[in-house]
């Protein structure tokens, strides 16, 4: 995955309410106005329904920073796509997230992830682009949704996919559905502790 600076630097016009809240921040193109999501700190906003929560709370996940720059990009009739991949989270390409994992017993764990798709090319503004850290190599799930979808939608998803991986991982089949799911709500509190 590319970080924002792999996007182009379109003008933003004066288009909504979107663009109207990246200008006031003094952000005039679009890879300013990723880069400015990308460096905002992760964590859960109050409120999915917000759409400048992002740029309110100074912090954001995947879902609600992609969200966010996908409502810019309709504004600007820019074609870019909001994605909900996912993959096989471990230690190596979310690090924070091992000491969770370890304690256990999983490797990994299925995690649905956010982020942008231009043309071929898959943006994250969320994740750190450091050598250290690598990469998501293979994308078990993929599906472009709506803005709005990044709450239940996303998440019945996600649950619908933990529950096919649970019957069939070996480890996974002792633990309940319930269960996994506070494994991986550990691991997204454990991201947001870093």
């Given at each position: 995955?590319?970080?924002?600076?792999?996007?182009?630097?379109?003008?933003?016009?004066?288009?909504g309410?979107?663009?109207?809240?990246?200008?006031?921040?003094?952000?005039?193109?679009?890879?300013?106005?990723?880069g400015y999501?990308?460096r905002?700190?992760?964590?859960?906003n109050?409120?999915?329904?917000?759409v400048?929560?992002?740029?309110?709370?100074?912090?954001?996940?995947?879902?609600?920073?992609?969200?966010?720059?996908?409502?810019?990009?309709?504004?600007?009739?820019?074609e870019?796509?909001?994605?909900?991949?996912?993959?096989?989270?471990?230690?190596?390409?979310?690090p924070?997230?091992g000491?969770v994992?370890?304690?256990s017993?999983?490797?990994s764990i299925?995690?649905?992830?956010?982020?942008?798709?231009?043309?071929?090319?898959?943006?994250?503004?969320?994740?750190?682009?450091?050598?250290?850290?690598?990469?998501?190599?293979?994308?078990?799930?993929?599906?472009?949704?709506?803005?709005d979808?990044?709450g239940?939608?996303?998440?019945?998803?996600?649950?619908?996919?933990?529950?096919?991986?649970k019957q069939?991982?070996?480890?996974?089949?002792?633990?309940?559905?319930?269960?996994?799911?506070?494994?991986?709500?550990?691991?997204?509190?454990?991201?947001?502790?870093?």
């Amino acid at each position: 995955m590319q970080s924002s600076d792999a996007l182009e630097r379109l003008p933003l016009k004066s288009a909504g309410p979107v663009s109207a809240a990246f200008a006031v921040i003094g952000t005039w193109d679009f890879r300013s106005a990723a880069g400015y999501v990308q460096r905002l700190p992760y964590g859960r906003n109050e409120n999915l329904a917000d759409v400048l929560a992002v740029l309110r709370e100074e912090r954001g996940t995947c879902s609600t920073k992609h969200a966010l720059l996908r409502r810019l990009a309709l504004e600007q009739d820019v074609e870019i796509a909001l994605i909900v991949g996912i993959y096989e989270m471990t230690e190596r390409n979310t690090p924070g997230v091992g000491k969770v994992l370890a304690e256990s017993s999983l490797a990994s764990i299925p995690e649905a992830h956010c982020y942008l798709r231009v043309g071929p090319m898959r943006v994250d503004v969320t994740r750190e682009q450091a050598n250290s850290v690598e990469a998501i190599h293979e994308i078990l799930y993929e599906e472009e949704i709506a803005p709005d979808q990044i709450g239940e939608y996303k998440k019945n998803l996600h649950r619908q996919f933990l529950q096919e991986w649970k019957q069939s991982s070996d480890l996974a089949k002792a633990y309940t559905l319930e269960e996994l799911w506070g494994i991986r709500e550990s691991c997204i509190e454990a991201l947001e502790h870093l």
